[in-house]
């Protein structure tokens, strides 16, 4: 008997729905007693410091390219003088969180999706369900919230990478001192450059997490589906990484830069 | 004379008491442990179970032979409370399963033990670990020197002392399944749930795993339902046989028995599995 075919619709309600009894069981769960310290450590680490090197040379690479490819036409206004306060509120308002959430989407939910994804074709997962411990608590919660910290701190590391990549781009074509371009930089940023930034990037950081976790954790049976989780986890989150940076960036000119 | 009376009854009765105690503690050999009635599971179109009914006894060995997608694999998820029925009763320890809250859920799988087919070794972590898992997350012990000794005994019982500080990935199909076992002894459950133990492996560590089983229920005195296509295994194992055919019991009684049932398909079924 030929299964009958879902409607496309009904599918996309119904995995909204289980992505929102997911977040439910997040949330019940980091609230309830025997949180795994020791695992969410080793997922900071494994998180934070094992993508710290990517992060860095990504965000060191882009602030030099763009103090390479800014310099011309700002010569050409005469206004090369700004230089330094471009890099830095473009870096600390977007460049800086955008490339580091793109980043981690593609290492990190990447990872967490093809490692859930696995233990649940492995039978890993209903092992733990059935013999009373609780996967949700040892597996998920730590996961989102070792990435909901961790963004946002190699956001913070990417920034002052990525001036130090403007200062080295500055120093190739002329003679600025350290002491003055970070001067610089700092004087042009201020409070409501830094603060949306930083707090859509533990947006960034809980989507990451949440989308590698739910994907990885309902992938369906067999090998195909650990990619398959690996890969939707990426293309997800990225594609939640934008929309959230549009929000907040309309909040942020609404309350901020009118 | 009449108070030695008193006192001779008074003992009498304590001392039933605590007979009574000793007993409900130990469990009586005749109490059902597991009832399953009129059990049916369906996935799409496709019924998986159709009318399961089953009863298992406390300490006995029950072997439910089939063969493959009959819903075998089905009934002990089931039992477990990680498939929920379409219809019927699956009650373990007098308490329906479907009915049990999150909570309850969870202290009746902590007297439940589940052997997966693959063994479902978590691959991050050494066999110490995996080991310690369950005791630190599920019966949440804490004394160190009290896990290690554990850990150091359920490993001697299943021969595997020396893989303590390896990695699963660097053990062999066996060796993953006594771990596995290991790791649902460790616990101390009251039912063990074998899902197809012998699967992969080759006749002569099939036959040290049959064994093994049947060691362990003797050790550690559990009530155990297997799955298995392996006779030899049901051989050894089996206090009784059900044979599943299309989601129903077709046939149940000791293996002898069964290879000489005058039911056509329970004989050929034997044929085909032997």
């Known amino acids: 008997m030929a299964e009958q075919a879902i409607p496309g619709w009904k599918k996309w309600l119904e995995g909204s729905g289980d992505q929102v009894i997911f977040l439910k069981g997040f949330f019940r769960n980091v609230f309830r007693g025997g949180f795994e310290w020791s695992e969410f450590v080793r997922q900071c680490y494994e998180i934070g410091y094992k993508s710290f090197m990517l992060v860095g040379t990504t965000a060191f690479i882009m602030g030099l390219v763009l103090a390479l490819q800014l310099r011309p036409t700002l010569v050409n ?36 999706g093809a490692e859930l994804g696995s233990m649940k074709v492995t039978e890993q997962i209903g092992a733990m369900e059935v013999s009373g411990a609780n996967p949700i608590q040892y597996l998920v919660v730590t996961r989102i919230l070792a990435t909901t910290l961790m ?52 947006f960034f950081g809980f989507v990451i997490g949440f989308v590698g976790c739910y994907k990885g954790y309902n992938s369906n049976r067999g090998t195909e589906s650990v990619g398959l989780a690996a890969n939707s986890a990426v293309v997800t989150a990225s594609l939640w990484i934008f929309v959230i940076d549009a929000i907040v960036v309309q909040i942020s000119s609404l309350l901020f830069y009118r | 004379m009449l108070s030695w009376f008193r006192l001779a009854v008074y003992f009498f009765i304590v001392n039933m008491k605590e007979t009574e105690k000793v007993s409900q503690k130990k469990g009586n050999s005749s109490e059902t442990v597991i009832h399953i ?3 049916k599971k369906s996935f799409g179109a496709n019924d998986v179970l159709k009318n399961i009914n089953l009863d298992v006894k406390r300490g006995e060995n029950v072997v439910i032979l089939g063969k493959s997608g009959t819903g075998k694999s089905v009934t002990i998820q089931c039992i477990v409370g990680a498939l929920v029925p379409d219809g019927g009763e ?10 049990l809250k999150e909570k309850q859920l969870k202290e009746l799988r902590m007297k439940i033990g589940f052997l997966f087919q693959s063994g479902a070794l978590y691959d991050s972590m050494t066999v110490r670990e995996n080991l310690e898992f369950p005791l630190t997350r599920v019966l949440k012990l804490k004394d160190q020197s009290d896990i290690n000794n554990r850990v150091e005994e359920v490993l001697e019982n299943v021969g595997l002392s020396d893989a303590i500080d390896k990695m699963p990935s660097d053990l ?88 000489n049932s005058k039911d056509g398909l329970v004989r050929s079924f034997f044929k085909s599995t032997l």
């Open chain 2, 90 to 99: 699956v009650e373990v320890f007098g308490e329906e399963v479907a009915a």
């Open chain 2, 37 to 39: 009635k009129g059990l």
């Open chain 2, 172 to 259: 062999s199909g066996g060796m993953r399944k006594r771990v596995g076992l290991a790791r649902t002894l460790i616990v101390n459950p009251e039912i063990m749930l074998y899902d197809e133990p012998t699967t992969g492996l080759d006749p002569i560590t099939s036959r040290e795993i049959s064994e093994l089983i049947l060691q362990m229920q003797k050790k550690y005195k559990t009530t155990s339902i297997i799955i298995t296509h392996d006779m030899e295994c049901a051989d050894i194992t089996a206090d009784r046989v059900v044979i599943m055919n299309d989601g129903e019991y077709i046939a149940e009684g000791s293996v002898a028995e069964l290879k």
């Open chain 1, 77 to 112: 206004f005469g206004a090369v003088s700004m230089l330094p306060k471009s890099l830095a509120v473009s870096i600390v308002r977007e460049i800086g969180p955008i490339i580091t959430a793109m980043i981690c989407a593609g290492k990190i939910g990447s990872g967490i």
């Open chain 1, 151 to 202: 963004v946002p701190v190699l956001t913070l590391l990417g920034d002052v990478l990525g001036l130090l990549g403007g200062f080295l781009a500055i120093n190739i074509t002329s003679s600025v001192s350290a002491m003055l371009y970070f001067n610089k930089c700092l004087a042009s940023i201020d409070f409501t450059d830094f603060l949306p930034a930083f707090i859509k990037t533990i």
